[in-house]
């Protein structure tokens, strides 16, 4: 079977990763930090904070952000469940806004729509989480303006879009959002292992997160409520988790870091090929800017097709060792979201999205022939 997506591990990465299995500290170490740098750096962010996922990277986003019992998270209908489920997390309302079927990014109308009816009714969420399908930024400036005149936090769920660009900013650089977030599972841009990022320019907000990946315990005093009893004592300040990643996944993640650039240029150069070949009626995700997209997903569409003709055509392609992927079922269709009273037929351009999109392989190590065979048995 032809992945839709697979890491590229190449010997850089495995001496990085046994030079840490032989040194003193397999956690807690030097790696960790120097990753976080590395990525605040390659963003233009202040601040990087590593956690064990890009899903405990947004619980505690919004924790930072002071997401609790009656507040409301909006985000994307179309994403991993990851991107609703740190709402939940916190005891929030989680709602949904529409998405624009041709690129399956947030709707920018729909939400204009829906602030100003919860504006209205009261109902105006604390958390934005914005997600950058497929590696391809949301106009985020666009989005701020919408925004601005509320008082809500933005996260940014960048977990597909690591080197993607918004205009002449860095995916990451924050200029419109509180937080982004970033993952390094195997099939994301870069790998950690399992393996998150939460990027800032918010100094207080990077501080909380750090805090709360370990325990919510300090050692710095100045942070303490009181003196310490002695050289041994540590304060748990506050109620926090084990969300830390380890200096073996850091060092995979460093080492990967180097290599993001050709990724992206691999993954552009693949996508440009599908561009030119794919066959009538298939189309691309409507891509504005080809040369500011990560190109974690390749997304293609089937205008007017049926859900059922497309399970047709997707379980062809698996039995001819296509591994084609759906991103993604839209998440009030889960039915869990569906059991907290959520209704999959008031979003239609997610509807038509997941009608008619399907997810064809697209990763570094794709070799030319397997390309042609993806676009083969397409045909
Ligand atoms: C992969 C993904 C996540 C979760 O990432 P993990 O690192 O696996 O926790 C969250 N949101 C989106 C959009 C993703 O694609």
Redesign the pocket.
Known sequence: MIPYGRQHIDNDDIQAVLEVLSSDFLTQGPLVPRFEQAIAQFCGANYAVAVN???SA?HLACLALELGPGDRLWTSAV??V??ANCGRYCASEVDFVDVEPLTGNICLKALSAKLGEAERQGTLPKVLVV?HLAGQSVDMAALGALTRPYDIRIIE?A??ALGAYDGADRVGQCRHSDICVF???PV?PITSG???MAVTQNPVLAERISSLRSHGITRDVQKMPSAPDGDWYYAMTELGFNYRLTDIGAALGLSQLHKLPGFMAKRQALAANYDKALPTPWQPLAINAPAHCAYHLYVVRYPGISLSQKAEKFSALRSAGIGVNLHYIPIPNQPYYQSLGQNPAHYPGAQQYYREALTLPLFVDMTDAQQQQVLESLR
């Open positions: 996922s890009a899903t947004l994403s991993f990851a991107s997600v769920d977990s597909h993952s390094f599972h994301k399992e393996g998150g």
